[in-house]
C-alpha cells in the first residue's frame, strides 16, 4: 500500500490535539488556593482598615487636644478679666445696725485652692436688664459624679454681706490635674499663699498686685497634661471710696 492510499484515512495531528482539548474536563480551583485567595483578600482588607482608622484615632486625639487647650485658654481668659477687675469698696451704711453689704478679697493656693472676691466684671446680655456690673465671683475646684476633679465658677449678681456664699455655680473646666493660686504682696513684693482682706491678721483693706494662676488639665497631646500659667494684675489695689468728704 502505498502512501497516497492511506493518506486520506490518517487524521492530521493538530487537529487530534484540538479535538482531545476540547473534550477535556476544565479543571477547578483546589480548596488550597481558594483559602489563600480568601487569606490574601482578607489581610489586604485588613490592612486598608487599620490605615483608615489610624488616621480616624488621629484626627480624634488632634480635636480633643485643641479642644483641652482651648477651655483652658478660655478659663484663663475669663479669669483674667474678672481678677483684674477686682475691688473693695470703702462705703459703709452708717443709717443700719448691721452691714448688708461686704466687699472682699480672700484666696488660698493651698491643696484646695480658692478665691472669692467682689469684681466690676460682671457682664450682662440683656439689653434692658438694669443690673450693675458688680458681682461676687468665685473660682474653686470641685468632684464631679465620677470622682473627677472639674474647675468652677460661683457667681452672685448681688453684692451681700456672704462674699463667698449665693449665686450660681456652673463647670468652667472638667478633668483638671491642678488648679494653683499665688497672691503679690506689693509691699514686700512676695508671693503668698493666702491673702484675706477681712481680717486684721491677713491684709485688711487692701487687694494683691497680682495673682498668679497655674491651671493644669488633662488629656493632652500622648496623654501628658497641658498646663497654663498666666498673671494678673489687678488696678485698684486700695478701697474706693466716692463723696466721703
Known amino acids: ?45 485588613l490592612l486598608i482598615y487599620s490605615a483608615f482608622s489610624g488616621m480616624s484615632r488621629a484626627r480624634t486625639n488632634m480635636a480633643s487636644v485643641a479642644a483641652r487647650h482651648q477651655h483652658g ?38 491643696d484646695e485652692s480658692r478665691v472669692d472676691f ?17 458681682a461676687e465671683v468665685s473660682y474653686f ?7 473627677g476633679r472639674e474647675l468652677v465658677r460661683r457667681v452672685s449678681r448681688y453684692i451681700d454681706a456672704e462674699p463667698a456664699r449665693g449665686g450660681v455655680v456652673e463647670v468652667m473646666v472638667e478633668n483638671i490635674e491642678s488648679f494653683e493660686l499665688h497672691f503679690l504682696d506689693p509691699l514686700t513684693n512676695e508671693w503668698l499663699d493666702r491673702w484675706d482682706t477681712t481680717q486684721a491678721t491677713g ?11 497655674a491651671l493644669t488639665l488633662e488629656g493632652g497631646p500622648n496623654g501628658r497634661a497641658v498646663r ?6 489687678i488696678a485698684v489695689q486700695l478701697p474706693i471710696a466716692f463723696g466721703t468728704d
Request: proline share 4%; glycine share 6%; net charge positive.
Open 73 to 110: 485658654r478660655q478659663a484663663l481668659s475669663r479669669m483674667t478679666r474678672e481678677l483684674s477687675s477686682a475691688f473693695l469698696s470703702a462705703h459703709k451704711n452708717f443709717q443700719s445696725l448691721q452691714n448688708v453689704r461686704e466687699t472682699a478679697f480672700t484666696g488660698r493656693g493651698e
Open 203 to 213: 491684709q485688711l483693706g487692701r487687694l494683691p498686685a497680682q495673682v498668679w494662676i
Open 1 to 45: 500500500m502505498t502512501a497516497s492510499a492511506c493518506g486520506p484515512l490518517a487524521r492530521p495531528r493538530s487537529r487530534v490535539g484540538a479535538e482531545r482539548a476540547a473534550h477535556a474536563p476544565l479543571r477547578a480551583f483546589t480548596l488550597v488556593e481558594v483559602l489563600v485567595a480568601i487569606s490574601v483578600v482578607a489581610l489586604l482588607g
Open 118 to 134: 467682689t469684681t466690676f466684671a460682671e457682664q450682662h446680655l440683656d439689653a434692658d436688664s438694669h443690673a450693675s456690673d458688680q
Open 228 to 233: 497654663f500659667e498666666t498673671k494678673v494684675p
Open 141 to 147: 475646684v470641685s468632684r464631679d459624679r465620677d470622682g
